[in-house]
């Protein structure tokens, strides 16, 4: 089925009202967005065929086989390795074995853990190995963050040790400390992995918050027992460990404190650091592997001499999960809106911005991203190993997902109001007559700046967005748009039934991308570059790349 830009008759009266006065007849440029190419590219993309999409697997290599044939159809320029458009990437698996050995001592005595029903390994591989029984040390959050004077390793020498903290942050009312009801990146295990190895810890255990522990615990340790996969060339990590609630206190014995103790010092808000009694080594086993996985990429060329130097990345992942534990026998996480659907999208994007008689200013390089699933890692090799120059791209702006349950309202501009961005998003919405939303606070962990592609390339200095639609739609009220988001999140996302037996509702698909293309349009025919504002915390890594000519 084929839906114009102006929709069809029936939709004429609400269109109108939706999207009067969009344009002046010198800024149309006319194009029909086909969803039935969409359509197409979605059944296959998110058939079972394809298994899921798995990075390195036989479905991720036909995915990315079919995207470049596409691209070639299209009439994209290559723009990959060896006049290709496929930007090979080394990456190394690696999945724990069940005999691997993780042991809690005190004293004269030692209990050994099971893999995935107590504990689960968060990095996996040879470097984790630790036979020696190393000091465990409850650091609290495992934070040190000197903007709001806060440091949970104060006075404490952790070097040689294995640290063991908790999920999240020092909850707060106060916007100016740690964000108020917002996560900061401080929240992130990551960021805390990086902390105690930065303080010269041996490894990291990290106590979950969990609602359900029982049931929470199952689920999570299905996905980590999954295969650990990382940029071949990585910077080996430690031990990182994540304990069952269920086993904390065999951590804490003897230290004068036991979990409970410990979850109402975190209410109180009153949480202390203090070294442990116990010890732990670990001694693992793994099955690992060597392959390579592909990056898609292809290229229009810009139409104006002195700005076709300069490009706009749209980026789009096309892996997904793979094959997993069945659910209901089904053992298929096909990955239909994340990121298919985005996949698809990106697909008829190039192709009618490829058949305009007039192209674009700026050039334009179509990114399709492998590894998203596994830690953004397509889009962490590619700022690594840029096929532009980084200086010399304006913006990225990412797609992961496409609004499919109603015609929406209202947008968010996830990362928008670190640059320029902002600005044509703004303009863009008004001429759209489309309200502008923050990220709803229940929300905020899943849609944030920082769970998707367009962090690599904010911090490789690159000014980028993603944009979504708000629960704000015009046939559905608000709660019934919350409860949509909620059920997708709570029954649906990361399993085998995110696949095509789902409701799309094309006209909103078409909506998501008519607004995408005129924001690309404006990114790529402004004169002047996008900058991040001032109080940005990439902005330095942009003056670097320019500085370099990188």
């Known amino acids: 089925m084929t839906y114009s830009r102006t929709i069809s008759l029936q939709f004429f009266f609400f269109v109108l009202f939706l999207f009067k006065s969009i344009e002046t007849p010198a800024q149309i440029i006319n194009y029909k967005i086909n969803t039935a190419n969409i359509e197409k590219h979605l059944q296959y993309l998110g058939s079972n065929e394809l298994e899921g999409r798995g990075t390195g697997a036989t479905g991720g290599n036909l995915a990315a086989k079919y995207l470049a044939q596409e691209f070639a159809k299209i009439g994209l320029k ?25 042991t809690v001592y005190l004293n004269n005595k030692q209990q050994t853990l099971e893999l995935g029903n107590e504990y689960i390994l968060l990095k996996s591989g040879d470097q984790t190995y630790t036979p020696s029984p190393k000091e465990l040390v409850f650091v609290s959050y495992g934070i040190i963050a000197p903007e709001f004077d806060y440091n949970d390793y104060y006075d404490l020498n952790v070097e040689g040790k294995i640290v063991v903290f908790l999920e999240g942050e020092p909850e707060s009312t106060d916007s100016d400390y740690f964000a108020g009801n917002k996560n900061t990146i401080y929240s992130y295990v990551e960021s805390k992995q990086r902390i105690a190895l930065s303080r010269g810890a041996a490894g990291s255990i990290l106590i979950p918050s969990l609602k359900n522990s029982y049931k929470e615990w199952e689920s999570i340790s299905e996905n980590f027992l999954a295969e650990n996969i990382t940029l071949a060339y990585s910077v080996s990590g430690n031990l990182s460990i994540l304990i069952s609630p269920e086993k904390v206190d065999l951590l804490l ?286 902005i330095n890594a942009r003056l670097r790349s320019i500085a370099e000519k990188r």
Not at 79 to 99: E, K, L, V
Not at 460 to 478: R, T
């Open 78 to 102: 290559p723009a990959g390795d060896n006049d290709t458009y496929f930007q090979n990437i080394p990456m190394h698996g690696s999945r724990p074995n069940p005999d691997s050995e993780l």
């Open 253 to 538: 014995q003897d230290s004068g404190y036991d979990f409970d103790a410990i979850k109402t010092m975190q209410r109180e808000n009153t949480l202390k650091s203090f070294p442990l009694k116990t010890k732990l080594s670990f001694k693992g086993s793994f099955t690992s592997r060597d392959f390579i996985a592909s990056n898609v990429a292809g290229i229009i060329e810009g139409s104006d001499e002195d700005l076709k130097d300069t490009y706009l990345i749209i980026s789009a992942h096309y892996d997904h999960l793979g094959i997993g534990k069945p659910i209901k026998a089904d053992s298929i996480y096909n990955g239909v809106m994340d990121n298919a659907i985005g996949t698809a999208a990106l697909l008829e994007i190039a192709s009618l911005i490829n058949s305009m008689e007039l192209k674009p200013k700026r050039s334009i390089l179509f990114l399709l991203t492998t590894g998203e699933e596994k830690g953004l890692l397509g889009s962490q090799y590619y700022t690594n190993r840029p096929l532009v120059p980084l200086y010399k791209t304006v913006a990225n702006l990412n797609v992961d997902g496409i609004a499919v349950f109603d015609i929406f309202k209202s947008i968010i501009g996830v990362g928008s109001e670190l640059s320029d961005l902002q600005n044509l998003l703004q303009e863009t919405a008004a001429e759209k007559n489309l309200g502008i939303s923050e990220i709803p606070d229940i929300f905020i962990s899943s849609e944030s700046f920082e769970r998707s592609d367009q962090i690599s390339f904010a911090a490789a200095g690159i000014p980028a967005m993603i944009i979504v639609e708000a629960p704000d739609y015009v046939n559905l009220n608000k709660e019934e748009g919350f409860q949509k988001f909620i059920k997708f999140s709570e029954n649906i996302y990361h399993t085998p039934f995110d696949d095509l037996t789902q409701n799309i509702n094309y006209y909103a698909v078409e909506q998501h991308v008519d607004l995408l293309i005129d924001i690309i349009l404006k990114i790529c025919n402004r004169d002047e570059p996008i900058e991040w504002k001032k109080n940005s915390p990439f």
